[in-house]
């Protein structure tokens, strides 16, 4: 079946302009997550979707950072007013949730943002 | 907080050498671990995991033993190939009833010459 989808592939975006990037997540996955990847932090936990839970912001960076998940499946993460410390790859992840067991997340394969 | 280490990169061994990448972890309760891998252009992806100690995950001729009593996942292969090169990730599940995301170490780059 399909996998984790994200659009843009590449976005290069100039200081101070608003950006927002999409993830499609695998169908029927109940959490969704986002990353980021980039050459001076590595892999970072940004937020964490499930459900109608409130979401878990707790990675996001600055209130400059937001994300939203409409009717449990697309998620849209937003970034205003871009600097260019937010240059990176943004992966997004969706995993199925069944416990006690921990389970894989899938991963998309990501968003290349650039901002001059 | 909850942490991974894992030995820094890049490594470079030459076709059927046996491989070898620390990884530790700093964490509360029992979480789950994970080696993810990311070949060349493409995404990330499951190479194994293990959900409680004593647990060793297996795929592709790669393993990792969950060691509790010294908070190491260590990867390991006994023969590797040109087309093991790529970055591998640790990573340390974190669950609780509000949150499920993954902690990475910093991903270490494997290059393996023929």
């Known amino acids: 079946g399909a996998g984790v989808s994200q659009s843009p592939s590449n976005k290069v975006t100039e200081k101070g302009k608003d950006v927002e990037l999409r993830c499609d997540p695998i169908?029927?996955?109940?959490?969704l997550y986002w990353y980021r990847q980039s050459l001076g932090q590595g892999l970072e936990f940004l937020i964490y979707f499930q459900g109608n839970s409130a979401p878990d912001k707790s990675g996001l960076p600055s209130d400059r950072f937001s994300a939203e998940r409409t009717g449990g499946s697309v998620s849209t993460l937003t970034i205003q007013r871009t600097q260019q410390e937010d240059s990176a790859v943004y992966l997004c992840?969706?995993?199925?949730?069944?416990?006690?067991?921990?389970?894989?997340?899938?991963f998309g394969p990501g968003t290349r943002l650039t901002v001059l | 907080g909850d942490s991974v280490t894992q030995m820094e990169g890049p490594v470079t061994l030459s076709e059927e050498a046996f491989l070898t990448i620390n990884c530790t972890y700093t964490a509360t309760g029992y979480p789950s671990l994970f080696w993810y891998v990311q070949y060349p252009g493409e995404g990330l992806q499951l190479l194994l995991k293990a959900t409680k100690a004593d647990d060793k995950g297996s795929k592709k001729g790669f393993e990792a033993t969950y060691r509790k009593e010294t908070t190491s996942f260590h990867l390991e292969k006994g023969s590797v190939q040109v087309s093991d090169s790529a970055v591998y990730f640790c990573a340390l599940g974190v669950g609780s009833s509000n949150t499920g995301k993954l902690i990475f170490g910093q991903g270490t780059t494997l290059q393996v010459k023929p």
């Open positions: 169908s029927g996955h109940t959490a």
């Open positions: 992840a969706s995993s199925e949730v069944r416990r006690p067991s921990y389970n894989e997340q899938f």
